[in-house]
């Protein structure tokens, strides 16, 4: 099985986190294809920054089509394009905010997402509505770490996170913490081990569930709004990107 896993971000020392991660939930026999945008912000922290990823991360689903791939995560807590990605595949295409949170649910009643910036907390908290995740997710809580700094020694960006964390399960009665910046994956084992709760990296847990889909013979909706894009005349620079989508043509 070959699960693409895209960072729509265009940092690759970030991918390299994320694909470690990815690669050390994968089960075996199953290859992990980690990209980075080739186009777009640098780090995604706001609504503005989501826009701007989503033609590298679509070029990139398209390119996984092409390519043949079972399935796809996206890897970016934002879930940015999740639906315009699942409708240019024929797999399964989880974001790992979506993820993380049904995985949480079913460890704890009530969890904690503990993110980046401030101003990316709403984004969240869009998410945990339009994924039905109101009544287990107690509170989305921000370290006021911007996703760049997570891999800078100087941030101490694992104390921040462990103590917001732990202000978590003191404040907000939750059992499990959702990690809230792909940036994190590598810390998951880690806080877990220190906290004595679940501590769910999205990265791993989509991995593993794009498995278990592809395993039972599961793949997007090809009917309503899921069905493949219109074929439709692109101009100025989106047509390079959009062109050769490997998107079989609308039937
Ligand atoms: C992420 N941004 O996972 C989100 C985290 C955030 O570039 N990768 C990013 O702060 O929303």
């Given amino acids: 099985m070959r699960i693409k896993v895209t960072n729509p971000n265009t940092t690759a020392g970030m991918t390299a986190t994320i694909a470690a991660a990815a690669r050390a939930a994968a089960g075996p026999g199953t290859e992990i294809l980690a990209a980075t945008s080739p186009t777009g912000p640098a780090s995604i922290e706001g609504h503005h920054d989501e826009a701007m990823s989503l033609p590298g991360l679509l070029a990139e689903v398209r390119a996984g089509e092409a390519e043949g791939v079972d399935g796809h995560v996206i890897a970016c807590f934002g879930d940015p394009g999740l639906l315009a990605a699942r409708e240019l595949a024929r797999g399964p295409v989880l974001g790992i905010a979506e993820a993380a949170m049904h995985a949480a649910s079913m460890l ?19 998410l945990v509505r339009a ?7 107690r509170r989305v809580r921000a370290t006021e770490l911007a996703v760049l ?23 907000d009665g939750s059992g499990a913490i959702v990690l809230g910046c792909a940036g994190m994956a590598d810390l998951a084992r880690d ?6 709760v679940p501590v769910i990296d ?15 013979g599961l793949g ?10 219109l074929p439709k005349a692109y101009t100025g620079p ?8 490997g998107v079989p043509d609308a039937a």
């Fill in 131 to 137: 994924y039905g995740m109101e009544r287990h997710c």
């Fill in 238 to 245: 989106l047509a390079l990107l959009a062109s050769g989508s």
């Fill in 149 to 171: 700094e997570l891999d800078d020694p100087r941030s101490d960006a694992r104390r921040r996170i462990l103590d917001e964390c732990r202000r978590a399960l003191a404040e």
């Fill in 108 to 126: 704890a009643t009530g969890f904690s997402v503990v993110t980046t910036l401030g101003r990316t907390r709403v984004i969240a908290e869009h």
């Fill in 202 to 216: 999205g990265v791993a847990v989509a991995v593993r569930f794009v498995e278990a889909l592809v395993a039972c």
């Fill in 191 to 196: 806080l877990q081990g220190a906290l004595g």
């Fill in 220 to 229: 997007t909706s090809k009917r309503g709004d899921l069905a493949y894009p």
